[in-house]
């Protein structure tokens, strides 16, 4: 197993992951104000206006800088490919189906752990879609898949996403470096632990709020 630390959070996609069978995967995901599914055509020019950010590219590790509705066609096509892996979602509001972000969930270490990513636009942030989101990725995957563990990384200034995984149970494990293609450089992030007994403990999400 690659080191974690080496990996952030809202990278999205581990250099070590492998894709999952699809025929485990669910095509849409709900919860109360968010559907989560597959990327498509029709959202290139959304993706590209809210990634082409250097506020979001910097807290990614795998987003370029700047971000072109090229870049995201190409990311589309990745994913229908299944080069990215089969479990990676576009985020949309429920109620008027507006494109928000990203989110991803890839097998580590033989399939005994996952790793989850997630990015919002600017205008989304501190609304709790982020958390929502995460949420409903993290049961769809301890629900869907035998793993024993859920790994998320953030930068170390990134005290939003580092919140969001308090949030949802995850337990601070240590620091590293991790490449930054937006920057062009490697910087500090933190690696966060959520195993399977303390998801099934807060699995109502009561106790990690």
């Known amino acids: 197993m690659q080191s974690p630390i080496l990996k952030e959070s809202q990278s999205g996609f581990p250099s070590d992951a492998r894709p999952m069978p699809q025929e485990l995967l669910s095509p849409q995901l709900q919860s109360e104000r968010l559907t989560l599914r597959a990327p498509e055509t029709a959202d290139a020019h959304a993706i590209a206006h809210l990634a082409n950010n250097i506020n979001v590219a910097s807290k990614l590790s795998r987003m370029p800088h700047p971000y072109t509705v090229a870049d995201a066609a190409n990311f589309i096509a990745r994913v229908a490919s299944g080069a990215m892996g089969k479990c990676v979602y576009a985020v949309t509001r429920t109620d008027n189906r507006a494109f928000l972000g990203g989110c991803a969930l890839e097998e580590t270490d033989g399939g005994r752990g996952l790793e989850i990513g997630y990015w919002l636009g600017e205008p989304y942030w501190n609304r709790g ?29 990134n005290t939003a996403s580092r919140r969001v995984l308090q949030k949802c149970g995850f337990q601070f494990q240590g620091t590293g ?17 959520l195993d399977r007994k303390t998801w099934d403990s807060l699995r109502h999400w009561g106790g990690a709020r």
């Open 129 to 157: 879609f982020a958390t929502e989101a995460a949420q409903t990725l993290i049961d769809h995957g301890f629900h869907t898949f035998d793993a024993d563990y859920i790994d998320g990384r953030c930068r170390v200034m």
């Open 177 to 193: 470096m991790a490449s930054s293609l937006a920057l062009g450089g490697r910087v500090a992030v933190e690696w966060f632990r």
